[in-house]
């Protein structure tokens, strides 16, 4: 059960302590904190605040992973749970706005789930299709416009602070908590690493694989649907063309960052939610440094292909495992 | 044949050829002679070397030893387009052709006729049309080749590497999804090649097919040769002997007699039990305390009868009963809900998961049986893992090591362990001694004997004769996809098995020829 975080998570730590090194160099006032009105502010808080649905999306994304699938319909399903939450904000209670979202978000996972495990379509194909759709059924339910609200409590949801810390974040350690609680506290993390590792040899073992596959992709969809919620909170309104838009493509980057092979078996949610922090800290350093924010993708793209050079067989000190490991497969 | 060879001049000699494969030696000194204008069959049970022998020819894989001579030169291809260049052309079972091109890009993929840099299209259809037709086809060469049938695409495949003066023709399995009619089609082409002098190796289990077109077979059999004959002077239960019987010794079974094992409870039975086009339907009465064996040649039904026992194929026919309640077998989770358990023979592919630790693997049953809700902690699995790594000393002992690095034969412990965390009543093993070394392989053996005197049951997969005689209480013969025979108690024995293998070809006129 101590598996949560694992040795192997030194890299990323590392690249964490580093790139807010960084930070502190081109913005002397990163690590300040000061306390207003009950809630803290600073750079740090900045950080965790915007990271917070690519940490949500990404809880759900290591785990599809691990199974060696994807999914990329997580931004649409974002938009779709964010319309649903805003369209209802300002005539139900909170407790009804939530069922509904995350009941959507639910139905979403299901879908794929379905695609994936039953219909056993790719998953790269199969969630494409809800990445397009989504979209589509996002604009149908906001009717094309950008349907805001003032419920406070939905407000409160994005923007309030509980004990000094923003709500999103508190929601977001909260579901980190409950998903490990979950998946390392049954047997399901054992029999998703063995699903993704080898799904036939697992299948023979008694496992049902087609069981895991389907719950990994609900879950995610539940997370989206969160993420989503918060994303339309935070702007107190729900934009059916933007909201989420790419965040799928980041997502998954913060899980191949936090050190799961896309090829899926091992995986850990700690790290994945790190690998999005380590986003989006590069993301807000670029911010405060002043250079125009063209440049984030550009640096994106050289710490995913440094992390995936680290992580690489022929490149680690883990080669000769590999090597052994082809010998044997031959 | 009208086409026999000359024997004074060998067209490709392989002599002294070695490989391993970390500890396990897949070819060991063999020796293969081909003469030009000859047909001859490779054969020899799966794992026999044939496939290796055929990728360290044809430059797949590097040798450890041992030379191949082409036409009196030797030869030592890097790769296999470098064996093409030196002209042994290779068309394996799965045709590694491009199916979205047409039938003449394929045929002149790499080589297309050019003029100012752009392929001639209407030239190339002509040459592919003019190629074909040599082979005996007139099929619209403009259509993908994806469109035809698998033996068009064969023969395409061969006309390709003929027309790229191939001397040495290695077909591996061409027969293997063709039917009768597409066979003799391929078989005529095989006879035209041959008389032109291009040495064909025909690597087949169809042995019938064998006997029909090749001039000479040689067997293979653990890696080693075990001899090459003339086809026409080999008697089939000769044949059958020397791909699975080891030096022949009149083993025969160490187990206490039958009549005490009648005394004993059914754990399963079969009725009627099978799946059309799968396995013709069959009866089989499992006991506790009891190793059934299931003998015949690759291709007989043997794995497909395991794999419908345990669950993983569906039985579309028969009643299965575990102890005496009828139960039905839908998928594995069943088979495991029932307490039974299953080594298939593809290790890796389907058995161990290579990423996770030996830990991990051994206790992967039990947790799936258990279910998501009541988790083996750690503890539990740590002592588990300890257990079996103790019991059936598996090396190295680390228990958090992944398992892909272990050998062949501590896998397979790996998932002996694994279905006996489950305490199973019914153990099926598919050829738990192949591939793994001499050492283990005594191990695996003691083990199944071990097992079956505290009771549990099991039904045992080998192509190792000897082996099937030492541990069986009954043995039951496989041919053409249907169990043939049932030995119990004194009669079994090595020769009683290969008779009831080769029984179906002693009335043949291919037995006369002796």
Same mark, same amino acid.
């Given at each position: 059960m101590t598996a949560l975080l694992p040795r192997r998570g030194l890299a990323q730590i590392l690249a964490l302590i580093v790139i807010l090194a960084v930070d502190r160099v081109v913005s002397?006032?990163?690590f300040d904190l000061r306390l207003q009105d009950g809630r803290l502010f600073g750079s740090l808080i900045d950080v965790l605040n915007r990271g917070t649905p690519v940490a949500l999306l990404s809880l759900g994304m290591v785990l599809v992973i691990a199974t060696r699938g994807i999914d990329l319909s997580v931004g649409a399903v974002m938009a779709i749970c964010g319309a649903i939450a805003a369209s209802l904000a300002d005539s139900h209670g909170l407790p009804v706005v939530l069922a509904a979202a995350l009941g959507a978000g639910l139905v979403c996972g299901l879908w794929n789930g379905f695609l994936v495990a039953?219909?056993?379509?790719?998953p790269i194909v199969a969630t494409l299709i809800l990445m397009v759709a989504g979209r589509g059924i996002a604009q149908l339910i906001t009717e094309g416009r950008i349907v805001t609200f003032s419920s406070p409590d939905l407000v409160w949801l994005g923007n309030g602070s509980v004990l000094g810390l923003p709500v999103p974040v508190v929601i977001a350690l909260g579901m980190l908590i409950l998903t490990g609680a979950v998946v390392r506290g049954s047997a399901l993390g054992l029999l998703i690493e063995a699903t993704g590792g080898n799904a036939r040899a697992s299948e023979l073992a008694g496992v049902g694989t087609r069981a895991m596959i389907l719950a990994v992709y609900v879950w995610c969809g539940v997370c989206a649907a969160l993420a989503g919620v918060i994303a339309a909170a935070d702007i107190m309104g729900a934009d059916a063309n933007n909201?989420?838009?790419?965040?799928e493509l980041d997502a998954i980057l913060a899980v191949v960052i936090g050190g799961?092979?896309?090829?899926?078996g091992r995986f850990s949610l700690v790290l994945a939610v790190l690998g999005a922090l380590i986003i989006q800290t590069m993301n807000t350093g670029i911010l405060l440094s002043g250079?125009?924010?063209?440049f984030n993708l550009l640096v994106k793209a050289v710490v995913v292909l440094a992390v995936l050079l680290l992580q690489s067989p022929k490149f680690s000190g883990f080669a000769g495992i590999a090597a052994r490991l082809r010998r044997t497969k031959a | 044949m009208e086409n026999s060879s000359d024997p004074a001049s060998p067209l490709l000699e392989v002599r002294g050829i070695s490989k391993s494969f970390g500890a396990v030696?897949?070819?060991?000194e063999v020796d293969f002679t081909l003469r030009a204008g000859e047909i001859h069959a490779l054969l020899g049970e799966n794992g026999a070397g044939k496939s290796t022998l055929i990728k360290v020819v044809t430059g797949v894989f590097p040798r450890d030893a041992g030379i191949v001579r082409l036409g009196g030169e030797e030869v030592a291809p890097r790769s296999a387009k470098a064996a093409l260049g030196a002209g042994i052309a290779t068309v394996y079972q799965e045709v590694? &052709?491009?199916?979205? %091109?047409s039938v003449a890009q394929n045929l002149f993929l790499d080589r297309q006729p050019m003029r100012f840099g752009i392929v001639r299209e209407g030239e190339m259809r002509r040459r592919a049309k003019a190629l074909l037709a040599d082979f005996g086809l007139d099929i619209?060469?403009?259509?993908?080749?994806?469109?035809?049938s698998v033996a068009i695409q064969h023969v395409t495949a061969i006309a390709r590497a003929v027309d790229l003066s191939a001397r040495v023709l290695i077909l591996d399995?061409?027969?293997?999804?063709?039917?009768r009619h597409e066979v003799e089609i391929l078989f005529g082409i095989m006879r035209k090649l041959a008389g032109r002098g291009i040495g064909i190796v025909f690597v087949s289990h169809f042995l019938d097919q064998v006997y029909e077109i090749s001039n000479r077979i040689t067997v293979l059999r653990n890696g080693r040769l075990v001899g090459e004959r003339e086809t026409a002077s080999l008697p089939r239960l000769e044949l059958i002997r020397m791909m &699975?019987?080891?030096? %022949?010794?009149e083993t025969t079974s160490a187990?206490?007699?039958?009549t005490e094992h009648k005394a004993r409870e059914i754990c399963a039975s079969f009725e009627a039990y099978g799946k059309a086009g799968y396995v013709a339907p069959f009866d089989l009465e499992l006991r506790h305390g009891e190793v059934v064996g299931l003998a015949g040649l690759?291709?007989?039904g043997r794995t497909e009868t395991a794999r419908l026992v345990f669950g993983a194929e569906r039985a579309d026919r028969g009643q299965a009963r575990v102890e005496g309640a009828a139960v039905r077998l839908q998928s594995p989770r069943d088979g495991v809900r029932h307490g039974f358990g299953y080594c298939p023979e593809e290790r890796k592919t389907d058995g161990i998961?290579?990423?996770?630790s030996v830990r991990e693997n051994i206790v992967l049953a039990l947790q799936a049986k258990r279910g998501l809700h009541r988790p083996l902690s750690r503890r539990e699995q740590d002592e588990i893992a300890r257990r079996y790594v103790k019991m059936l000393d598996?090396?190295?002992?680390?228990?958090?090591?992944?398992?892909?690095?272990?050998s062949g034969g501590n896998q397979q412990k790996v998932l002996l362990a694994r279905w006996l965390a489950t305490s199973p009543r019914l153990l099926v093993l598919d050829e738990?001694?192949?591939?793994?070394?001499v050492g283990a392989h005594a191990e695996i053996i003691r083990l199944i004997r071990e097992l079956c005197d505290n009771g549990l049951s099991l039904l045992v997969i080998s192509s190792e004769l000897d082996e099937i005689v030492t541990y069986s209480d009954r043995v039951v013969v496989l041919r053409d996809r249907a169990h043939v025979e049932e030995l119990a108690g004194g009669a079994i024995d090595v020769g009683n098995i290969l008779a009831a293998i080769a029984a179906d070809g002693a009335a043949t006129a291919h037995e006369g020829r002796a």
């Open positions: 002397p006032q990163f039953v219909l056993g379509m790719q909201a989420g838009l790419w965040l799961t092979s896309l090829f899926g250079y125009p924010p063209e | 030696r897949a070819l060991q590694n &052709l491009l199916p979205n %091109l619209d060469v403009a259509a993908p080749l994806g469109n035809y399995e061409p027969t293997a999804s063709l039917d &699975l019987g080891r030096e %022949l010794a187990r206490a007699s039958a690759l291709g007989s998961v290579a990423e996770l598996i090396r190295p002992s680390d228990p958090e090591r992944p398992v892909g690095l272990l738990p001694t192949r591939g793994i070394d």
